[in-house]
């Protein structure tokens, strides 16, 4: 089920979010998310948390949850390049789903429902993918964002370098 944050989800978004961290350091050292180099402590999360659900109330952000046997195991979350100014009308998406439900169309109706979402109230979305992934780099084309560029080395991980590609989507286009 895709539906809008709850403050309820918190402690399952911070779990999900710890678990990138395990696959990232014990599998997968390509995972295509942005880590801190050190794993931020509980309360600190929180304080993350805090902070989203606040701009979603205030209206500057949209995030919705996949939600499989009540519990959340994707996010995608959309915030305003700075409310109120003259680059209001852009926000920035990001997405993340658990290993275990990745590979099951979740991401693809977390974006779909998303991007219904922004209709109306942004004008341009942005992301940045690592170009290492390409299942995800292909489902955003097939969504229709585009790609407007490519940062090499924008990634340091590890002492490796990872190149990210810009991409958007215009939504009065498509």
């Known amino acids: 089920m895709i539906r ?8 399952d ?11 990232m350091e014990n599998e997968n050292r390509d995972l295509g998310l942005i880590f801190y180099r050190v794993k931020p402590d509980y309360p600190s999360e929180v304080s993350w948390f805090s902070n989203l659900y606040r701009e979603v109330l ?14 959340v195991v994707g996010l995608c979350d959309v915030h305003s390049n700075r409310p109120g100014s003259e680059v209001g009308h852009v ?34 979305v942005t992301l940045d993918v690592f170009s290492s992934n390409a299942k995800a ?7 229709g964002f585009r ?28």
């Open 4 to 11: 809008e944050l709850k403050w309820k989800d918190m402690d």
């Open 13 to 23: 978004i911070i779990r999900n979010y710890y678990s990138f961290y395990d696959e």
């Open 58 to 71: 205030k209206g500057d952000a949209l995030c919705f949850v996949a939600e499989e046997d009540g519990h």
């Open 91 to 124: 926000a920035t998406l990001g997405i993340a789903v658990a290993k275990e439900y990745r590979n099951r169309g979740i991401g693809r109706s977390l974006l779909e429902a998303m991007i219904k979402a922004c209709r109306g109230k942004f004008e341009v």
């Open 137 to 143: 780099y292909e489902l955003y084309r097939k969504i």
């Open 147 to 174: 790609e407007n560029g490519k940062l090499d080395k924008a990634i340091k991980r590890n002492g490796r370098y990872y190149s990210e590609i810009k991409m958007y989507i215009d939504l009065a286009e498509s």
